[in-house]
Each structure stands twice: as C-alpha cells, then as structure tokens.
C-alpha cells in the first residue's frame, strides 16, 4: 500500500467522516483557508490511482467513498513505521517513547491491561 501524503491524509479523513461524498462536500469540510476545489479534486483523483477510494455517479456528479477503513489504513501504517524504524519491534517502538518520557508509568499499566484484557476475550 503506498503512503498517502500530509494532505491525501486530510482529504480522506473527511471522506471517511462523510462516507459518500462529492469534492465539494470535501471542500466544505476542510479548515480555513480552504484549498481550491481544483486541488481538491487532483488529490481526490490521486487517492482513486491508489486504490483508497471507489467512484460513482449520482446524476451528473461523481460521488466518493473509501475502498479501505480508516482501521485498516492506520494498522497498515503502523506496521510499515514499526517496520522502518523500530526493526519490525512494537516492543522497540514502545521502548523508545517510554525511554523518551512521552509515556507514562500509567500509560504502559493502561496498555498491559488492554492487552491482558483482549487475551481474556480470545
């Protein structure tokens, strides 16, 4: 899966909010200064060339809706960023923002009990 880019990102996070949309609801969504609708749709027709999103039509319009979860999409990144900087080591990745103090104490004993808590439900 290629990465999308800062604002491929954006767009389909207001594509994946909306479901089933036209770039000008995309346009509508997207915080001020709001990009030109002709930019919107270059970046809408990119994610189409990468398979993020499906098109149709309605009427005349074309309407857009994600071919891919944002779920999936965010687990997908996160293995290829484990992968890339962290030696494939959700551990390593762990580690490094513990060590770094962007987690807290609590914040490992949280995610221990998450995990305890999703083998209990296996």
Known sequence: MKKLTK?????????????????????DQ????????????????NLKDKNFVVQGKQGKAYIYQPAITENDYKKRFMKGFVHDYFRNSFKDMVSFFAKDEQLTQQDLQDIIHEIEDGEDKK
């Open 7 to 27: 604002q491929e990102e954006e767009v389909m996070k207001v594509i994946w909010s909306l479901g089933s949309c036209g770039v000008k609801d995309i346009v």
């Open 30 to 45: 997207l915080p001020e200064p709001q990009p030109p609708y002709t930019t919107v749709a270059s970046i809408v027709s």
